[in-house]
């Protein structure tokens, strides 16, 4: 909706001419004018619409149980610019009914799978808490809370091949898939979030070796543990990130354009380029541009949200599709290029996100069988 169309909105509403579909626009946008003023509609009032229109709308459309979500819509200022607001919308459980569809989906959980070096695979969601298995001096354990935990049960074996153990050599393989998440704590103490659809391999043990290297293809959260002696490497499609300790975010999807790498403490190595807190390193393969972000969006997923800011929906939907394990398909694929941001729960059921974009009135979906269709 450009800036016309809104204000023609908040006009009828004020008529009382408003529909209940219409109305709940009404609702979103008065929510986005609050929370950001340099919206750029510089002919809409927002004092007058706070004192005139605020209170009356809440009162025509309190229900019984609400929930807030918050999730900034898209306005188009003029042909040329579009801005991303930053809102608090009140998305109230009984207009979820305003739009069904012929099946819903769930979120995705903490599951995956464990390959162990000799090719055992243990389903961690069905995973016994306690004791998994025995590799050499190492224990594999895990906790109540569903995290996974490497330690050492006694002395070390003697130093093999001319000072380096075969032991470390030994490597095991985590793998996320669509629609499942997991937590680990790496050998040396390195924590480790793995998002959906990834994998991560790694050396039992780091003993004896110079440096702490593992693989990662997707996408992890990392807090490493502090070792100055043993420089922390992750290997993720074109680049190798080299820290001591710290605390960042990998995005490295096969089937992404760009390796993206974030920043929150600490200073780490994007091949040869150093970063610092509150940048991102975004790596085409050919060359590496850094941009100043804000980590704690990069990181929502790990916390339980998505978090979009001034994302083409074709991106939005690639998350939405390996958290929800669906696929999308593009009916009109000129939809895909229109710039969304936002927060919102991934813990609520499919339909309730697709609901909350279609209300922008600029998307619509059909959501059939494991399959999204984008309008």
Known sequence: MNDEQVKD??????????????????????????EDERSGLSQIDLETIDDQMWQPILKATKP????????????AVSTASIIVLG???????????????????????????LILSDGKKINLLNAKIGLLALQSTTQIT?????????TSRHELPPLQNGGKSSYSEISNTIRTPRGGQYKLSLPDGTKVWLNAASSLTYPISFDWLKERRIELNGEAYFEVAKDKLHPFLVQSK??????????FNISAYSDDQFTNTTLLEGIVQVNQVTLKPGQQAVNSGAAIKVNAVDPNDVIAWKDGEFSFRNEPLQNIMKKISRWYNVDVVYQNKEAGKQI????????GKISEILHILELTGDVKFRLEGKTITVL
């Open 9 to 34: 909105l908040l006009e009828r509403f004020q008529a009382g001419a408003c529909s209940d579909r219409e109305l709940e626009k009404v609702r979103y946008w008065l929510h986005k004018f609050r």
């Open 64 to 75: 019984e149980t609400a929930r807030m979500i918050s999730w900034p819509l898209r306005v």
């Open 87 to 113: 809102v608090f919308i009140y998305f109230f459980t009984k207009d979820t009914s305003n739009k069904t569809y012929v099946n819903n989906i769930d979120p995705g959980k903490n599951t995956a799978v």
């Open 142 to 150: 895990k906790t109540k809370e569903g995290e996974i935990i490497y």
């Open 238 to 247: 074109t680049q190798t990130v080299k820290v001591l300790g710290t605390r």
């Open 340 to 347: 969304f941001g936002g927060t919102i729960s991934k813990y």
